[in-house]
Every structure is written in structure tokens, then in C-alpha cells.
């Protein structure tokens, strides 16, 4: 079966100046939401007096803050919020139907059917227990019963980038990277062509080649469907690739709007300016010439085995990494960039010993590959990691408090009073407030819940520091934050990091030198400048010429 349906044809754009409007009939309009929260004795405002239109063939932004009220008004249009804290009052209008007075038979139809959403969280989106192959289908099966639900599945997951897709059919989403479990979230959301695209943070968890080809797979979907295509993103680099409308929200209201080129170009409204403004830049502090060597490894192997012969032997390996050399001086910003899938996690994990590996790992002067684990176990307290997603990271049960000292609990380095005082001294290293302690993680922003995830990576003064993906989920504005914090505590304690990143832009404001990876294996290391400049393997020139900013 094609991709595109034979009625294609009948879901052609307006065309521009026809019928009511500048840009025909509008598919999409909300006037005057309204979405309140009932929080315990508390009402909290969430959106306040939104309207907007969205058109066939054309994509609406909508831009600003965690908390700004984006996501919420996505979640309006289909009545996804729950409905036991959430008032909802105006209209949304799609069709000429007020979704807001729909019964839920004539929803479900629209839901997944008229209407698609990729959700920004694919992990919390996509059913454990189910294999990714059985979710598509499903989804097909549901709107459109009478389409082969397996072979349009299979050709979903070719056409979103899924690398061997027939053998990927019955895996889970654990088994795959972060870049691919969104890549099937896209998949479901196209799998009935709908007429209208929600996409909330779609690119978050993709690196810049793969988010790239998606950005273009939806411009081209989009030019043969007439879809139109809403667009929730905190990435301005992707709005001004995708978008031709511009909406900015901020504390729940939209408080700018126009054409893309002159909200880019003559931005009137500060809060716009400062969004526009909130991009990495500068270059990092110079090495010191006498910098030593605080990392070396060599021939780094991580092979995970499949299957077993009849003699007990693998059948055959995911070569995650494989022969990877590099070296990491005092005080240095090492950024590792590729592929999802390319290896870069699998390598950091690797030289902390948290991922069992062969070959030569040398820190400080001491061979981590030779130790056992009770070795290992002393020496911890000189590596740590933040990882990619800061919710995920942090125990809900327990309290910023006990989340942030759990270093210095495992390593019994403080009790007491000094405890309580080295907790409160990080938590103010990374500008939060001391009682913030007292609370627990649910309570905080994404970026302020990254903040705790660095603080306790730096309560035990470590000496390297591996950063995955630490500003991806987080908005432009927190973004430049963090990045600005992180570079602060470098100078301050004389960390040296290892920024695992797809975000180009970040490399260049912090990291001294780069290791490009490609499907396991180093292609490229060098100098920020001279591999941006001047860089010679063709991998990565196409990285460089993917990246948005």
C-alpha cells in the first residue's frame, strides 16, 4: 500500500488568498482558551485568553518557556488534560466542530485519525509491554481496518529513518535509543495521514542528521498532504526551518505574533528578544599549557552479544563501540557528537566503568581497567554523570535533600550539621535556593530539576564529570542558563567534562576539543575550531551542515 492515500488529492492546500483570511479557510481555530488547574485549595492559571488559527498546508509555532503554557493548549485541542483538575472554557474549532463539545465517540475518531500528536516524552508515550510493531498497528487497526496493518507499519517505521525496520517490528521501546523511540512516536502519529499534526518538542531526543530528515520527511508530508502542522518547540533553530506562523506564550498568554521573518528579523515584544538572544555563544577559557592528561583509554571494545549457537557461543554482537581511543586533559571540555545509536552514551558509561568494556582505561594516573569493582567503588567519587533527563533521574519518593547527598551518604563523607551545610553550599553553587532541600523533585521546573541532578555530581568535588545530553529536554532560555552555569563550576572547582551532546551549538561555546562517533567507532577527533572549520572525514561535514542554528 503507498503512503499517500489515493484521496490525496482532495486534501490539497487552499491556495493563498482564497476564500475567507489571507490564507483560505482555517482547519484549526481557537478563540479566547481558557485552562485553569484546581491544585489542592488553589486555582493555577495555565492558559489564559488564546487564539489562534492554523491553515492547511502551514505550520503554527508555538514558542516559549517550560511553563509557558505551550503544551497545555496542545493538549486542549484533544481533550487529553485530565478532566478531573482541569477547566476548560472558549473554543477550538476544527472542521467547523467545537472539539470542546464533541462526545467521546466523535473524539476518538478524531483523535489519531484527523488529527495526529507526537508527544514529547517517547519513553512515557509508548507502551512498555508492547513491541513498538504491535502499537503502530494497532493504531491502524483502530481508524483504518480495512489497510494491511503490518506492511503499512513496516513501511511507517523505513519512511520515519528506522534502521533495518523488519527485524525492529517486535522490538520493546527499552531496546531502542532515544532518537529511535521518537522516531516511532512520529510513525504513530502519521499512520492514518492525518489532516492535522500536533507536534509537541518533536526533534527533542534526536541528534541534528536525524532531526533533519525529520523536519524535512514533515515539510514533505506536509506539501503533498496539505497537512497542516502545529508546532510546539523550544528549539528556535527548528522554528525557523519549519514554521510560517509565530505565536510566543509566556506565563500563559500569547504575548507576540506574526509571520516568521518578522518575528526572527524585528522581534517587538522583550520577552521575544530575550528568547531570540538565549543562544550558546562564546568559546571556552584556554587550557592552561601545562594541563595533564587526566584520561586516557584505548581500544575501548563494547560488543553485546546475541543469540547463542548450539556450543554456547554468541551468534552475533551489536558492536556498540569498538576500538575507541581518546585522552581528556585537567580542565578540558571534551564534547563526543554523533548518531542516536552511534555509541556516544555507551562510551561515557564505558570510561566510568559503569558499562563493562575491554581495553585500557587510565585515570589520574590509575588503571580503572585493572580494578574490581571494591576498587572501583572508592575511586567514584572523582567521576560522576548527569544524565539526559533529569525527571527520570530522581527518585520521586525522596527529597531534594536526599537525593543531592546520597554521594556523601554512600561514601560516609559527612553527617550531622556539615551534611546539612555542604548540601545547602551546592545548592547554592548552582543557584538554587538552600530550603529547596525540604522539597521533592515533582515540585521543580525541568531546568531546575537539572540543577539538582548537577549538584549532586558535584556535592563530592569530583574531578570529571559526564554530561548526556544535559540541556536537550530543557528550553532555549534554561538552556543558556545552564550552559552559562555549568561553565562557572568548571572555572570554579576545575572540572573537566565530557559533553555527550547533539547540540553543535553547545560544542562550540564549551568544549576545547571534539570526537566525532559513527556507528561504534571514532571518525574524527580534534580541535572545536579546526573540526568546525576545517573538518575532513564527509561524516562529518554532513553534521555540521545539518545542525539548524
Known amino acids: 500500500m503507498p503512503l499517500i492515500p489515493a484521496?490525496?488529492?482532495?486534501?490539497?492546500?487552499?491556495?493563498?488568498?482564497?476564500?475567507?483570511?489571507?490564507?483560505?479557510e482555517a482547519l484549526l481555530t481557537i478563540r479566547d482558551l481558557n485552562v485553569d488547574f484546581s491544585v489542592e485549595d488553589r486555582t493555577i492559571a495555565a492558559v489564559q485568553g488564546v487564539s489562534l488559527s492554523v491553515y492547511p498546508g502551514r505550520t503554527c509555532a508555538l514558542v516559549g518557556e517550560s511553563g509557558s503554557g505551550k503544551s497545555v493548549t496542545a493538549l486542549s485541542i484533544l481533550r487529553l488534560l485530565p478532566a478531573q483538575v482541569a477547566r476548560t472554557s472558549g473554543e477550538i474549532l476544527f472542521e467547523g466542530r467545537d472539539l470542546l463539545h464533541l462526545d467521546e465517540r466523535a473524539l476518538r475518531e478524531v483523535r489519531g485519525g484527523r488529527i495526529g500528536m507526537i508527544f514529547q516524552e517517547p519513553m512515557t508515550s509508548l507502551n512498555p509491554l508492547h513491541s513498538i510493531g504491535r502499537q503502530i498497528a494497532e493504531n491502524i487497526s483502530l481508524h483504518q481496518p480495512e489497510v494491511d496493518a503490518g506492511a503499512r507499519t513496516l513501511e511507517l517505521l523505513e519512511l520515519v529513518g528506522i534502521p533495518d525496520a523488519a527485524s525492529r517490528l517486535d522490538s520493546f521501546p527499552h531496546q531502542l535509543s532515544g532518537g529511535q523511540r521518537q522516531?516511532?512516536?512520529?510513525?504513530?502519529?502519521?499512520?492514518?495521514?492525518?489532516?492535522?499534526?500536533?507536534?509537541?518538542?518533536p526533534t527533542t531526543a534526536l541528534d541534528v542528521t536525524i532531526q533533519a530528515q525529520v523536519l524535512d520527511l514533515l515539510k514533505d508530508l506536509q506539501r503533498r498532504l496539505g497537512m497542516a502542522i502545529l508546532l510546539i518547540s523550544h528549539n528556535l533553530g527548528v522554528v525557523r526551518h519549519?514554521?510560517?506562523?509565530?505565536h510566543v506564550m509566556q506565563e500563559g498568554r500569547i504575548v507576540e505574533s506574526g509571520p516568521r521573518d518578522v518575528i526572527f528579523t524585528n522581534p517587538r515584544h522583550p520577552y521575544t528578544a530575550t528568547l531570540l538572544a538565549s543562544t550558546p555563544s562564546g568559546r571556552p577559557d584556554p587550557l592552561a599549557e601545562?594541563?595533564?592528561?587526566?584520561?586516557?583509554?584505548?581500544?575501548?571494545?563494547?560488543?553485546?552479544?546475541?543469540?547463542?549457537?548450539?556450543?554456547?557461543?554468541?551468534?552475533s554482537f551489536i558492536k556498540a563501540v569498538t576500538d575507541a581511543e581518546l585522552f581528556i586533559r585537567q580542565g578540558e571540555s571534551l564534547g563526543v557528537v554523533g548518531e542516536s545509536g552511534s555509541g556516544k552514551t555507551t562510551l561515557g558509561l564505558a570510561l566510568l566503568r559503569l558499562q563493562a568494556c575491554q581495553g585500557e582505561i587510565v585515570f589520574d594516573g590509575q588503571r580503572l581497567s585493572?580494578?574490581?569493582?571494591?576498587?572501583?567503588?572508592?575511586?567514584?567519587?572523582?567521576?560522576?554523570?548527569?544524565?539526559?533527563?533529569?525527571y527520570g533521574s530522581l527518585s520521586p519518593r525522596m527529597t531534594v535533600g536526599q537525593i543531592v547527598a546520597e554521594g556523601l551518604d554512600a561514601h560516609r563523607l559527612a553527617t550531622g550539621k556539615?551534611?546539612?551545610?555542604?548540601?545547602?553550599?551546592?545548592l547554592e553553587a548552582v543557584d538554587l535556593d538552600p530550603a529547596a532541600m525540604h522539597r521533592y523533585p515533582h515540585e521543580f521546573s525541568g531546568g531546575q530539576r537539572q540543577r539538582i541532578s548537577i549538584a549532586r555530581a558535584l556535592i563530592l568535588r569530583p574531578k570529571f564529570v559526564v554530561l548526556d545530553e544535559p540541556t536537550s529536554a530543557l528550553d532555549r532560555t534554561?538552556?543558556?542558563?545552564?550552559?552559562?552555569?555549568?561553565r562557572s563550576l568548571q572555572a570554579r572547582f576545575g572540572l573537566t567534562y565530557m559533553f555527550i551532546t547533539h547540540d553543535l551549538a553547545l560544542v562550540r561555546a564549551l568544549c576545547?576539543?571534539?570526537?566525532?562517533?559513527?556507528?561504534?567507532?571514532?571518525?574524527?577527533?580534534?580541535?572545536t575550531d579546526t573540526i568546525f572549520a576545517a573538518p575532513v572525514q564527509a561524516y562529518t561535514r554532513t553534521l555540521l551542515a545539518a545542525a539548524l542554528e
Not at 522516531?183 to 489532516?195: E, G, H, K, T
Not at 519549519?242 to 509565530?246: H, I, L, S
Not at 556539615?418 to 551546592?426: D, S, T
Not at 576545547?512 to 580541535?527: L, N, S
Request: zero cysteines.
Open 7 to 24: 484521496t490525496e488529492a482532495s486534501r490539497t492546500p487552499a491556495a493563498p488568498g482564497s476564500g475567507p483570511g489571507a490564507h483560505g
Open 183 to 201: 522516531r516511532v512516536i512520529i510513525a504513530m502519529a502519521l499512520a492514518n495521514d492525518p489532516v492535522l499534526l500536533i507536534a509537541d518538542e
Open 242 to 246: 519549519m514554521a510560517d506562523d509565530v
Open 290 to 315: 601545562d594541563a595533564q592528561t587526566l584520561l586516557e583509554a584505548s581500544t575501548i571494545r563494547v560488543w553485546f552479544p546475541q543469540g547463542k549457537t548450539l556450543w554456547g557461543r554468541p551468534k
Open 370 to 390: 585493572a580494578m574490581g569493582e571494591g576498587q572501583i567503588r572508592g575511586l567514584r567519587r572523582n567521576f560522576q554523570v548527569v544524565f539526559q533527563d533529569p
Open 418 to 426: 556539615e551534611r546539612e551545610e555542604r548540601i545547602a553550599e551546592i
Open 478 to 486: 534554561v538552556q543558556f542558563q545552564i550552559v552559562e552555569l555549568l
Open 512 to 527: 576545547h576539543r571534539i570526537v566525532i562517533m559513527k556507528e561504534g567507532r571514532i571518525v574524527e577527533q580534534g580541535p
